[in-house]
Structures are given as structure tokens and as C-alpha cells.
């Protein structure tokens, strides 16, 4: 199965009803952690998990999401479909699912303001949108491994092999990624607004 991007952009805040529907199909123990953040960090969140619904609706026929767990590294995963492998990033504004095979990882970050100084020690580079692009490329290989982000914050090691990284095409002041262990880069990306995703 080639691997699914799913990009939603949230323009608008969810209405009670919306919030309310959308909470109703998460499952029980990433609901209960949700329920202990401030309500304002719930939108990104919820959207994630409806495009992971959405996306398995697509991709596999499955109407409900299946049981979720966490390994040992904090990475979730379906114990029921071992062979179904997915991963969820959400910032201010826009949430990124996506599907495969084999272990993926995916991060979607909004561009803003960072020091140079940050930058340049973090990165090696002296612009947000490159820093950005180094963020993403990181933080999806850590998911895909399940690897930490304390790995991720030392250095960045070049591609192992047999693993694989593509920049994706998001919106407008956003950077984001996946790493695979596919060599086919992600196709199609589904990039959606709010409301097309409700």
C-alpha cells in the first residue's frame, strides 16, 4: 500500500457540536489524557485522530478507529493490526495523519519566530523556514523509530539505510514530513480544510 498524507488546516474553531462529535470518537484513554489539557489545546488534537479515521475509512474500509496502545518508547500503534502503522502531528492550526505498511512517522509544524541563536545551535541554519524543515525532518524520524526526543535535540544523523525521508507539500507557512521505510514518497497527499474534514 503506498503511504496516505492526510493535512487538515484549521481556519475557524470547532462549534460545541463539532467538539462534542469529535470527542465521542476518540478512544477512551487518549480522550481521558485530552480531558487533562486546556480545552484551547484540544482542536489541533481532535482533528488528527478524525483525519486517522478518515484516512482508514479511505484506506482500509474501517468505519470505527480500533483499539490504540503506546509502546515502551511512548509510540502508539493498533495491537489488533500489527501490520497497519500510523503516526499524528498536530500544531497551531493544522493536524497530519498518515498510513503505511511499515513504521512511519510523520510532524507538521507552523513557521514562527525563532532565535538565530536557537537556530543556528539546534540546526546549523539561519531562517525559520529552514529551521522548520530540519524540525520536521527530525521529529518524523523519531516517530517512525519511536527513538525519543532527546535523540532528536542532539544531532541529526544521516538516513540509515533502508529508511527514507520526503519533505511534504503542506500550506502556507507550514513545513512537514514523513520518514518510511518505503521507498515510494507519499502519494497522494489529501489536504483539506476544516470544514471538508467535518
Known amino acids: 500500500m503506498p503511504i496516505q498524507v492526510w493535512l487538515a488546516r484549521m481556519e475557524r474553531p470547532l462549534t460545541e457540536q463539532e467538539y462534542g462529535d469529535m470527542m465521542a470518537i476518540l478512544p477512551d484513554a487518549r480522550r481521558e489524557r485530552l480531558e ?7 482542536q489541533e488534537v481532535l482533528c488528527a485522530y478524525l483525519l486517522l479515521r478518515m484516512a ?3 484506506q482500509r474500509g474501517w468505519r470505527d478507529l ?18 497497519t502503522h500510523f ?3 498536530h500544531t497551531a492550526g493544522a493536524a497530519a495523519a498518515v498510513l503505511a505498511d511499515t513504521p512511519v512517522g510523520v510532524d507538521i509544524e507552523r513557521v514562527r519566530p525563532v532565535s538565530v541563536r536557537a537556530m543556528e545551535r539546534i540546526a546549523g541554519v539561519r531562517t525559520e523556514a529552514a529551521f522548520f524543515r530540519s524540525w520536521v525532518r527530525r521529529e518524523a524520524r523519531v516517530k517512525r523509530t519511536g527513538s525519543g526526543i532527546v535523540t532528536m535535540m542532539r544531532t541529526e544523523a544521516p538516513l ?3 529508511e527514507f525521508y520526503y519533505e511534504v507539500d503542506a500550506f502556507h507557512g507550514y513545513a512537514a514530513g514523513v520518514a518510511a521505510g518505503q521507498p515510494e514518497p ?3 497527499v489529501h489536504r483539506l480544510m476544516l470544514d471538508q474534514l467535518l
Open 160 to 162: 540509515n539505510r533502508g
Open 87 to 89: 503516526s499524528l502531528s
Open 186 to 188: 507519499p502519494q497522494p
Open 36 to 42: 487533562k489539557l486546556p480545552k484551547e489545546k484540544h
Open 66 to 83: 480500533p483499539r490504540i496502545e503506546v509502546d515502551e518508547l511512548g509510540k502508539p500503534f493498533f495491537p489488533d493490526y500489527p501490520d
Open 56 to 58: 482508514l475509512w479511505e
